[in-house]
């Protein structure tokens, strides 16, 4: 029976473990793509020790290339904020929910905010227990509820409509700029909103992407449908608004050349200023090609771990390049 008992609890703990590190987001450098551009590169991996070498000059990957105290600010989407804030990089308008203060004086600061408003982990990745376009303030409430019983440091922040884009930075390097759009699926007049997802969830599966997790209701209300509702034929429907490749976003790569170079510019102040050596950006605007300056564009967050399978994923014919440029940028 004790035996038993030590098998079982072994198992659980696995299996944690596994939950817990497979959320995380990163890049995975001992990935094939990657260890095959390496030997191109003459770069030397070590999967047992985590480093890169090339020339005589070593890189640690424990850290994804960028020093502790750099991954603490970008592991913080509060403190990324105000520090963006204070160098005058666009963010949402934002507030912590300080457990020190009471409920009243909180809910006080959420009412400054203006709706609709978004409520997430402050500490959190692949858009993980993110809940957007809340319209009150019991809404809000309920969101925080339920993170606090999972013990969860929270931001509220102001909603930002618009589309959502990856930026990876490497050495100060524009890598790639990936569009990731709306998990979205289209009415056929026959099947509910429940079928079409599932559709939607078996054919991501289907070509190895992620299916769509993160299911928005208050959205679905906002259109005048709910799970059993059947859309009428090419009617488009926006399942949620957290935009990210593990809840099923589908991936376009945008040149970098139709990107303005305002926002150019600030990508790499990003970088800079939180001292990353490699990030991922999300950056959330209207259009793109248009300067941040005329208050169309907002960091959302800032990833001291990004995940480099999106830009692998996208658009695979030409992804190899991407792969190239980035090892190519290493050392």
């Given at each position: 029976m004790?035996?038993?008992?030590?098998?079982?609890?072994?198992?659980?703990?696995?299996?944690?473990?596994k939950l817990y590190f497979t959320s995380k987001e990163s890049i995975v450098f001992s990935a094939p793509y990657l260890v095959k551009e390496y030997k191109k590169n003459d770069i030397i991996y070590s999967k047992k020790n985590k480093t890169l070498m090339k020339d005589g000059k070593k890189l640690s990957t424990k850290t994804q290339l960028n020093k502790s105290g750099s991954n603490k600010i970008a592991n913080s989407k509060y403190e990324t904020s105000k520090l963006l804030q204070s160098y005058n990089?666009?963010?949402?308008?934002?507030?912590?929910?300080?457990?020190?203060?009471?409920?009243?004086y909180n809910i006080e600061l959420i009412?400054?905010?203006?709706?609709?408003?978004?409520?997430?982990?402050?500490?959190?990745?692949?858009?993980?227990?993110?809940?957007?376009?809340?319209?009150?303030i019991n809404q809000?409430?309920?969101?925080?509820?339920?993170?606090?019983?999972?013990?969860?440091?929270?931001?509220?922040?102001?909603?930002?409509n618009g589309e959502n884009y990856r930026i990876l930075?490497?050495?100060?390097?524009?890598?790639?700029?990936?569009?990731r759009k709306k998990p979205t699926i289209i009415g056929n007049g026959n099947h509910n909103i429940k079928e079409l997802i599932d559709t939607y969830n078996n054919i991501q599966k289907k070509n190895k992407n992620y299916p769509i997790t993160n299911i928005n209701y208050e959205l679905l209300n906002g259109q005048g449908l709910k799970l059993e509702s059947v859309p009428t034929r090419?009617?488009?429907?926006?399942?949620?608004?957290?935009?990210?490749?593990?809840?099923?976003?589908?991936?376009?790569?945008?040149?970098?050349?139709h990107v303005h170079p305002d926002n150019l510019e600030m990508f790499k102040k990003i970088n800079k200023v939180i001292d990353l050596n490699l990030s991922g950006i999300d950056y959330m605007s209207s259009?793109?090609?248009?300067?941040?300056?005329?208050?169309?564009?907002?960091?959302?967050?800032?990833?001291?771990?990004?995940?480099?399978?999106?830009?692998?994923?996208?658009?695979?014919?030409?992804?190899?390049?991407?792969?190239?440029?980035?090892?190519?940028?290493?050392?």
């Open positions: 004790l035996h038993k008992t030590v098998i079982l609890l072994i198992l659980i703990i696995l299996i944690l473990f990089i666009p963010v949402p308008k934002f507030i912590k929910w300080d457990n020190s203060k009471s409920r009243n009412n400054k905010l203006r709706y609709p408003l978004v409520v997430k982990p402050i500490n959190g990745t692949q858009g993980k227990d993110v809940y957007l376009n809340l319209q009150n809000v409430l309920n969101k925080i509820n339920y993170l606090l019983s999972k013990n969860k440091s929270i931001i509220i922040e102001e909603q930002i930075i490497l050495n100060n390097e524009i890598i790639d700029i990936i569009h090419g009617r488009k429907i926006i399942i949620s608004n957290v935009c990210n490749y593990h809840n099923g976003s589908r991936l376009v790569r945008i040149p970098i050349q259009d793109i090609t248009k300067s941040y300056k005329k208050g169309n564009g907002y960091i959302n967050e800032v990833n001291g771990g990004p995940d480099m399978k999106i830009h692998n994923v996208c658009d695979p014919k030409n992804s190899s390049s991407i792969i190239q440029k980035f090892v190519s940028n290493l050392f």
